[in-house]
């Protein structure tokens, strides 16, 4: 691996402190599921986590998550901190979807140039860095029984992180600094996400095929039955 591919980690744990404070944040608002403070910062832990688990198996390495204690340290405190923020302000849906933007951003960025400093031909590295973006997410839904966001119209979760990552690729195919690829990314990502939400953008929706009923034929001469 490379210095210049080398993730430093203060922008993982800035990554996964965002996923953390925005999974408690949407958790938290859920009053009808009846979840206790742990089984919020448990959710808001697992959303900062998730991206990030599922990039290293993806790359057969030990989760990153599981390499220095400040990663479950930081996950914690602003799992606790997106608790807080959820009780101080009343409406909290634009803080949501641009923190939930922001994590995809981020974690598009750094699973896209891990993989590519890993030696993964560029294609496969867009795809990791695009699970990693929405890993969290798809963690979070399934711990609260709610459909996988990432699944429905009008999300673009996936579309964002392609966006983006694709961009991250293109710039470092140029030679660009990574560093600049990388923010790049993760405005690009966040901005298609947030634009998504502001203006409904969606893809076409799948609906269901509705078959024309076919009308018997009788031979000729025979009248047809009452």
């Avoid at 490379?2 to 922008?11: E, G, K, R, Y």
């Avoid at 986590?49 to 390499?67: K, T």
């Avoid at 606790?80 to 101080?88: H, Q």
């Avoid at 690729?169 to 947030?194: D, E, K, N, W």
Wanted: glycine residues 10%; charged residues 10%.
């Amino acid at each position: 691996m490379t210095p210049l591919f080398v993730i430093p980690l203060w922008a993982d744990l800035l990554a996964v402190g965002i996923g953390a404070a925005q999974g408690a944040l949407f958790a938290a608002q859920f009053r009808d599921r009846r979840l206790d403070l742990l089984g919020v910062a448990i959710i808001g832990i697992a959303t900062g986590f998730g991206g990030g688990i599922l990039r290293d198996v993806l790359l057969s390495e030990v989760p990153a998550a599981l390499s220095s204690n400040w990663y479950l340290i930081v996950a914690t405190g602003a799992a606790l901190l997106g608790m807080l923020l959820e009780r101080l302000i009343s409406r909290m849906g634009p803080l949501v979807n641009a923190l939930d933007a922001l994590t995809i951003g981020l974690f598009g960025a750094i699973g896209t140039t891990k993989a590519l400093a890993l030696g993964l031909p560029v294609v496969p590295a867009i795809f990791v860095g695009v699970l990693s973006a929405v890993g969290g997410s798809i963690l979070r839904d399934l711990l609260l029984y709610r459909p996988i966001a990432l699944m429905h119209v009008g999300s673009l979760y996936a579309i964002a992180a392609a966006i983006g990552t694709t961009s991250l690729a293109v710039l470092l195919g140029f030679g660009v600094p990574v560093f600049i690829a990388a923010t790049t990314c993760v405005i690009l990502t966040f901005s298609v996400r947030v634009l998504a939400v502001l203006f409904n953008w969606s893809l076409p929706e799948q609906r269901a095929i509705t078959t024309v009923p076919r009308i018997r034929r009788t031979p000729r001469g025979d009248s047809p039955k009452a």
